[in-house]
T-cell receptor, first 113, second 117 residues
């Protein structure tokens, strides 16, 4: 099955700086890559996603890039704010397979005011 | 508010007792999933359903069973709870129907914190 790995496990950044989280996946059939944000004690929430037919997608301060050849994708957060502090999960799935998402283990992002 | 609710929110149970967690959706989505979340392991799929009475195993299905008798309800049962099943359990729903669907994302419930003592 699909194996998704995230690096680094913890990331601390100064407020206003950028944060980058990278994920790798193993199954070349995967074609859908979402990112979820989970605040302490809350449910994971979808913040951005990308399909394999595009290389980059942006939504205000967040962006996701995909490199299918290298099988990795990254989340970029610019101008970080304290409310960006959370655990971020990447995931991957092959949409023809019941949309089963395989999640990475999560990255703790801490934004230092 | 998200169209998906889980019950109970918290439960403490004793080793060896059966436990059933409920996931209820009002979105009429076909796909429903049960994940467990543990420190250092992220979110791991237990079981999922792709329709009424249609279910399949995920990566950590041992010790768990599921049932879906109605579109809106997906039940997760621990037949005989063990301490290793202490975890936070999340249900998720997906609007995905086919590769032509525009919305693939999961919506998660608020989770059930289960402690087995």
């Amino acid at each position: 099955g699909e194996n998704v790995e995230q690096h680094p496990s913890t990331l601390s950044v100064q407020e206003g700086d950028s944060a980058v989280i990278k994920c790798t996946y193993s199954d070349s059939a995967s074609n859908y890559f979402p990112w979820y944000k989970q605040e302490l004690g809350k449910r994971p929430q979808l913040i951005i996603d990308i399909r394999s037919n595009v290389g980059e997608k942006k939504d205000q301060r967040i962006a996701v890039t995909l490199n299918k050849t290298a099988k990795h994708f990254s989340l970029h957060i610019t101008e970080t704010q304290p409310e960006d502090s959370a655990v971020y999960f990447c995931a991957a799935s092959a949409l023809g397979g019941n949309n089963r998402l395989a999640f990475g283990k999560g990255n703790q992002v801490v934004v230092i005011p | 508010d998200a169209g998906i609710t889980q019950s109970p929110r918290h439960k403490v149970t004793e080793t060896g007792t059966p436990v059933t967690l409920r996931c209820h959706q009002t979105e009429n989505h076909r796909y429903m999933y049960w994940y467990r979340q543990d420190p250092g392991h992220g979110l791991r799929l237990i079981h999922y359903s792709y329709g009424v009475k249609d279910t399949d195993k995920g990566e950590v299905s041992d010790g768990y069973s599921v049932s879906r008798s109605k579109t809106e309800d997906f039940l997760l049962t621990l037949e005989s709870a063990t301490s290793s099943q202490t975890s936070v359990y999340f249900c998720a729903i997906s609007a995905w129907q086919s590769p032509s669907t525009s919305n693939y994302g999961y919506t998660f419930g608020s989770g059930t914190r289960l402690t087995v003592v």
